[in-house]
């Protein structure tokens, strides 16, 4: 399966962008999903993934701004970020579990301008 991050671009602190992820397949059966984050100098962290048991977990930093969603009619999943602060300035990374492999997306670059 291909996934295809998109919707990042420079945004203005407190704005509110909504990430998209594309995927080549149907999305019912990509189990767990989620989006992770890399900023320069840092380690990749998740920032919100839906698990198996149906659950949606979120990194402490964005809980209460940023919400996951995913629509499987379209074989999508998002990620609406909101207030978003400059030290949300990452690359934005869709991912996900399917027959046992991780797949991800190429990345999404989001800066947050003060």
């Known amino acids: 399966v291909q996934l295809q991050a998109c919707g990042g671009g420079l945004v203005q602190a407190g704005g509110s962008p909504r990430l998209s992820c594309a995927a080549s397949r149907s999305i019912s059966s990509i189990n767990p999903m989620g989006w992770y984050r890399q900023a320069p100098g840092k380690q990749r962290e998740l920032v919100a993934a839906l698990t198996r048991g149906g659950s949606t977990n979120y990194a402490d930093s964005v809980k209460g701004r940023f919400t996951f969603s995913r629509d499987n009619a379209k074989n999508l999943f998002y990620l609406q970020m909101n207030s978003l602060k400059p030290e949300d300035t990452a690359a934005y990374y869709c991912?996900?579990?399917?027959?046992?492999?991780?797949?991800w997306g190429q990345g999404t670059q989001v800066t947050v301008s003060s």
């Open positions: 991912s996900g579990w399917l027959a046992g492999y991780n797949y």
